[in-house]
T-cell receptor, first 114, second 108 residues
């Protein structure tokens, strides 16, 4: 059984640029959630995807967008990067929407915006 | 809006001593509460959930709706319990809200 993987591990971008982060869900999981974790804080829910559709969104502006593919892998896109977007971005997958609180986390992508 | 509060950033206990991590929440609906743990150089993982009422690695947590709390307890702390612990609340819109976390250090 393959766990959740994320790429890249680290990323440095300049303010105003765009970034795409990738996540492969655990085998057999069809639900993916994305979180932003700032230093010293708990993960903050960005959004969730279930069977290729957005299934819930946290308090993040529209420049945070996502996709889920037929194989249930997912992307997080952030446009017009701001310095405050610097954080660890976590992806988590769940067996299905009904058990979406049972989340299996990836190692995260560390994004630095300069 | 839902909110999870973990009042202690750091908690240090001696091996064999009891440990209690506090978690309070606010939510207008019927909450589902969880504890997640992150050991050093490992991923965030689910420790336990209130609905299962099970004990995992000696830890238990009771949901107290009157006090809106879900404190995590273990009667005898072990060195391998040193980790970051997050309390989380699941709301009916499939959103999981995390607290800021408590770092636990168990000293020999």
């Amino acid at each position: 059984e393959t766990g959740v993987t994320q790429s890249p591990t680290h990323l440095i971008k300049t303010r105003g640029q765009q970034v795409t982060l990738r996540c492969s869900s655990q085998s057999g999981h069809n639900t993916v959630s994305w979180y932003q974790q700032a230093l010293g804080q708990g993960p903050q829910f960005i959004f969730q995807y279930y069977r290729e559709e957005e299934n819930g969104r946290g308090n993040f502006p529209p420049r945070f967008s996502g996709l889920q593919f037929p194989n249930y892998s997912s992307e997080l896109n952030v446009n017009a990067l701001e310095l405050d977007d610097s954080a660890l971005y976590l992806c988590a997958s769940s067996p299905d929407r009904q058990s979406s609180y049972e989340q299996y986390f990836g190692p995260g992508t560390r994004l630095t915006v300069t | 809006a839902q909110r999870v509060t973990q009042p202690e950033k750091l908690l240090s206990v001696f091996k064999g001593a009891p440990v209690e991590l506090k978690c309070n929440y606010s939510y207008s609906g019927s909450p589902e509460l969880f504890w997640y743990v992150q050991y050093s150089r490992q991923r965030l993982q689910l420790l336990l959930r209130h609905i299962s009422r099970e004990s995992i690695k000696g830890f238990t947590a009771d949901l107290n709706k009157g006090e809106t709390s879900f404190h995590l307890k273990k009667p005898f702390a072990q060195e391998e319990d040193s980790a970051m612990y997050y309390c989380a609340l699941g709301s009916n819109d499939y959103k999981l809200s995390f607290g800021a976390g408590t770092t636990v250090t168990v000293r020999a």
